[in-house]
């Protein structure tokens, strides 16, 4: 008896075809099938990451996602600006990263129904260190840098840059807390090694 398609666990996209049209695709990437990613030729994925069924990705001026990076789903990026995700940031269900906006007190039209030389829209760059955390339905805006190691909780709302390896929280946004390096960095390291000793022993069977 087949299991319902519902039941079933998401399918991948297989990386030849990822390869054919993102930008960079590195290796063990993971691409669920039911991700959007537009335009694919303005996004780079590195190593080991995982894109969730239900990720919406803009990729306006350019998206560059590290490796060990997850989007959980229906988290996305957009606005029309850049974005930057470092090695191990985890991305949690239902997160916006917004590197746009329009402007509303400086005269232009509003939304894209309208031309672009009628409308006042300010772009920049969100950038996310690595092994930063930025939790369930949290909303960053645009020009914010996520420090390395930095913690975002559930439903923030980011309008400021964070500092690295802070826990944040709260409306207005505080740091409530501070994470340890030592270990964090420690595993990361001892990861690599393994990782690399995986792909050497693998390229000499080829």
């Not at 390869?19 to 590195?46: E, F, T």
């Not at 995700?85 to 509303?104: E, K, W």
């Amino acid at each position: 008896m087949s299991i319902p398609h519902e039941f079933q666990a998401g399918r991948l996209i297989s990386l030849p075809e990822a390869r054919r049209w993102l930008k960079h695709c590195g290796v063990r990437v993971k691409l669920y099938a039911g991700c959007r990613m537009i335009p694919p030729d303005r996004i780079s994925i590195g190593d080991y990451s995982q894109i969730d069924e239900g990720v919406r990705i803009y990729a306006g001026e350019g998206v560059v996602i590290g490796r060990h990076v997850h989007l959980a789903f229906y988290s996305s990026i957009s606005g029309g600006g850049t974005c930057v995700l470092q090695d191990f940031v985890g991305i949690g269900a239902g997160v916006r990263l917004i590197t746009g906006t329009d402007v509303p007190d400086d005269g232009g039209l509003t939304n894209p129904t309208v031309p672009d030389e009628l409308r006042s829209v300010r772009r920049d760059r969100i950038e996310i260190g690595a092994h930063a955390l930025v939790f369930t339905n949290a909303v960053v805006l645009p020009g914010v840098t996520i420090g390395e190691g930095a913690v975002v909780a559930a439903g923030a709302i980011v309008h400021h840059t964070l500092k690295p390896w802070g826990i944040y929280a709260g409306y207005p946004l505080v740091q409530i807390g501070q994470r340890e390096t030592g270990p964090v960095l420690k595993k990361a390291t001892v990861l690599a090694k393994n990782q690399d000793a995986i792909e050497h022993q693998q390229s000499s069977f080829r």
